[in-house]
């Protein structure tokens, strides 16, 4: 079992390597008849390719999808539908330098993967990192982008509430700043501070990490399962699957060990429209494995970029120790691309509920 495949109805393996020709996507599972075009996939690629500020990896990539099976062209010549078959969708690379990774080819990079894919495999590919690259990524938001289609009137919201120790202040949030500047920051006022403080950490060859929250509103109530199959679980083994992730909280998460029950349990009532309503949502959306009806939040912690140039200590493949720096072109906050990721990893996760909750139980909405 090689391990490249997550989900279960809505089944999506990703293929391809950070310097290989290309890399891409299988999804096994899609209800037939979605329709879609290119475009609706491009614009959640574009939110996460490289190159787009001075903030990450100045690797070129355009990043275009192409949609090579599973689906029927309609006459507009734009639009696609969904035709039940797996779907597959390819993106190429086309900005590789593997030179550049030439010296570390038999030393292992601290913190990074190289040690341990050598230990289970025998081999790594040291060009990027092969599949352990967060290249690999891309395939992911293009899944998700079509995981969207599969239950309308869902949303999934990102943003980045924290680079190192620079918090956002929560009572700024505006959505609609996410996409007005380069950090995907809800808070204008911390842009400049931000700007600032990565300006630093890039001119000194270094990386900071980030936290990254997704918000998926709209979501029913009822999707997930008790024990082995729960919403949050299988939202958190996804966003933990994401290169870097160190840790995943939904709701008030970690925080929840400071309140008292009193606090955070989510008082409910009947609203005007006589369904049930909750007056706060601690429980981030989800109790007991199953979705409540509230907004879904989740929350992931990602590391500092391991590729930095200030020398490190580690050994080569022969033992012998060594001393050594990444050359190459990396994110001083891998976090900062990380946001749409985010939101594609729940995106297919709730797809993916949703499928097998309607198998289950037969409800459609």
Request: proline share 6%.
């Given at each position: 079992m090689s391990h490249n495949t997550f989900g279960h109805m809505f089944r999506v393996t990703t293929w391809g390597e950070s310097h290989g020709p290309a890399l891409g996507c299988?999804?096994?599972?899609?209800?037939?008849?979605?329709?879609?075009?290119?475009?609706?996939?491009?614009?959640?690629?574009?939110?996460?390719?490289?190159?787009?500020?001075?903030?990450?990896?100045?690797?070129?990539?355009?990043?275009?999808?192409?949609?090579?099976?599973?689906?029927?062209?309609?006459?507009?010549g734009v639009t696609f539908i969904t035709t039940g078959t797996p779907i597959s969708m390819m993106i190429e690379n086309t900005d590789q330098r593997s030179k550049d990774y030439g010296e570390i080819a038999r030393q292992y990079r601290p913190g990074h993967a190289d040690y341990t894919y050598d230990v289970k495999y025998g081999l790594r590919d040291y060009r990027g990192g092969g599949r352990s690259s967060a290249r690999e990524t891309a395939a992911r938001v293009a899944a998700g982008a079509l995981a969207r289609k599969v239950l309308p009137g869902v949303t999934y919201r990102g943003a980045l509430t924290q680079i190192g120790k620079h918090k956002i202040n929560r009572d700024n949030w505006n959505w609609d700043e996410v996409n007005n500047n380069p950090f995907f920051c809800p808070d204008p006022e911390m842009v400049p501070v931000w700007?600032?403080?990565?300006?630093?950490?890039?001119?000194?060859?270094?990386?900071?990490?980030?936290?990254?929250?997704?918000?998926?509103?709209?979501?029913?109530?009822?999707?997930?399962?008790?024990?082995?199959?729960?919403?949050?679980?299988?939202?958190?083994?996804?966003?933990?699957?994401?290169?870097a992730v160190k840790g995943v909280e939904?709701?008030?998460?970690?925080?929840?060990?400071?309140?008292?029950?009193?606090?955070n349990a989510d008082e409910m009532r009947i609203g005007n429209d006589?369904?049930?309503?909750?007056?706060?949502?601690?429980?981030?959306?989800?109790?007991?494995?199953?979705?409540?009806?509230?907004?879904?939040?989740?929350?992931?912690?990602?590391?500092?970029?391991?590729s930095i140039l200030t020398p490190r200590q580690s050994i080569d493949q022969d033992g012998k120790e060594v001393e050594l720096r990444t050359k190459g072109r990396h994110?001083?906050?891998?976090?900062?691309?990380?946001?749409?990721?985010?939101?594609?990893?729940?995106?297919?996760?709730?797809?993916?509920?949703?499928?097998r909750d309607r198998g289950q139980t037969g409800r459609l909405d």
């Open positions: 299988v999804i096994d599972g899609c209800p037939p008849g979605i329709a879609f075009t290119l475009a609706d996939i491009q614009t959640y690629l574009d939110r996460r390719k490289p190159g787009q500020s001075r903030f990450v990896t100045q690797r070129r990539e355009a990043d275009e999808v192409k949609v090579l099976s599973g689906v029927l062209p309609q006459e507009d700007e600032e403080y990565l300006d630093g950490i890039r001119k000194a060859g270094s990386s900071v990490g980030a936290v990254v929250e997704v918000v998926a509103e709209g979501v029913p109530a009822g999707l997930g399962a008790p024990i082995y199959a729960k919403l949050d679980q299988d939202i958190a083994a996804g966003l933990m699957s994401i290169n939904i709701g008030e998460g970690f925080n929840s060990a400071e309140l008292t029950g009193e606090e006589g369904r049930p309503r909750f007056l706060s949502n601690h429980a981030g959306g989800i109790l007991g494995g199953i979705s409540t009806g509230e907004p879904i939040v989740a929350r992931f912690a990602i590391k500092p970029t391991s994110d001083p906050c891998v976090g900062i691309r990380a946001v749409p990721i985010g939101e594609a990893m729940v995106a297919c996760t709730v797809a993916d509920h949703y499928l």
